[in-house]
């Protein structure tokens, strides 16, 4: 018993050993290292859980020889990492916490460079009948009058904020509206906990058609005025934070707004989906 | 430092919502701490004391799962729950009950495991002693469990630690409602998630507090002593 318990170890052991010293050569041989190769890009979950960075990052770390750090959270914590001096650059979708940023001295410019559209989605009966709506703020008023559940992000997150702005003064309050749910979670989190309670939910399209059980849920809106979801990307500025790689966020920003990057942008989802999941902003 | 202070001044000023946070954390680790020391300590005791076939398989069970991940505790129970699996009906998922079930499966093999090794200790005393006042079976295992009030008291202090300080699986099955299934853990998730760091480190901060205050009425009450006296 005690001999076959040591053999086992000792063979988990090589094991990890093996493999740590793989990790290792990994690291070793990138050919065309830039002096400073690592970049750290702060994000928001939507354009990693999509699978469009994924996607993306590869082939420009393939050209260029830097290695991209992703860290993905809600649009609050995104831009706050990057202004405690976290990372080289951000890739966010929120205007108004993004000028904040360039204001505050911590970006250097705001390169909008894509967009999608968030959708409002909900149980395919669609109790509230929200179908025909002109736009979202139109739907939100039905689903309000309806009192059908409503799933809210409520995490300070860039569709958050675009879900106030939906809203407007007519926003409801958590406390007493029972039927309006802030749930202070992630896009997927949210849409898991919709397809649960039956409940509608306003999504970017990305993560919605990425999701893998969908339940009963379905896009019951996807085209208003106010339902635009843009994208931008800013370079940290070097003159407010330190040990920043600014040659860096510049090699990936270049790369992001030029013509590779672009056409691979207007692909991506095309073959899954039948359709783009994000469409390049022309200038 | 303002952040500190904006969540101290949450605090004293009995913001509403911080009180009822702190309500739902309080009535979920009370349930969740109370049903699993209900199991844990039986458990425990039968498998220190009793002889039964499997007792020491039961017992690397029991160890193994201390080691289960509130995350997965949390899938569990969101399976059992969610709408089309066995419970659904039941209408349990997002609720607090949803949160303490995952957290009694979580927190009773610790308890047990833990109650166990306690027993271990001192059961053939307890044993030859209930021989000696002819005691009977269930009065034995009674005493198992008496005579060991102070030692399984810290284990039922560990439990609630857990239970006050878990996140993940909570998180899963409460949802992190507002008004609703929201407790301290989850709320500092979410302050962090939004990038407001320093408030979150100022909730964490209220929430040792809570479980100072907690235990410093529990060491009152079992009045415990030091040996050296």
Redesign the interface.
Known sequence: MKRTLALVLSIVLALAMVFSLAACGETADTAKTPENPVIRMSTTTSVNDSGLLPYLLPVFEAETGYTVEVQS??T??????A??GNADLILVHAKASEEEFIAGGYGVERLSFMYNYFVIVGPQGDPAGIADCANAAEAFAKIAESGSSFISR????GTHKAELKIWGDNAPN??TDTWY??????MG?CLT?A???NAYCLTDKATFLAMENK?DLAILLAEGDDMKNTYSVIACNPETLDGLNTEGAQALIDWLLGEEASKLIAEYGVEEYGEPLFYLIED | MDKFAEAFGYLFSLDR?LVQIIGVTLKMSFFSTLISCLLGFPMGAAIAAKKFKGRRTAKRILSTLTGLPPVVAGLIVYMLF???GPFGSLNV??TVKAMVIAQVILITPIVASLSSAVIEGNCRTIRETAIGMGLDGKKTFALYLTENRTALFSVLLTAFGRSIAEVGAV?IVG??????T?VMT??IM?E??????SFALALGIILLIIALIINIGASLISGEEPCDD
Do not use: C, H
């Open positions: 959270a809600g609050g914590a995104a831009i706050q990492k202004v405690d409520g995490d300070d997150s958590p406390e749910v802030s749930a202070g979670q992630g989190a906990m397809s649960e309670q339940g | 919502e969610t709408r089309y998922l997002f998180s949802g992190n409602i507002q008004w609703k929201r989850t709320a979410l962090t998630n939004k990038g407001n760091f």
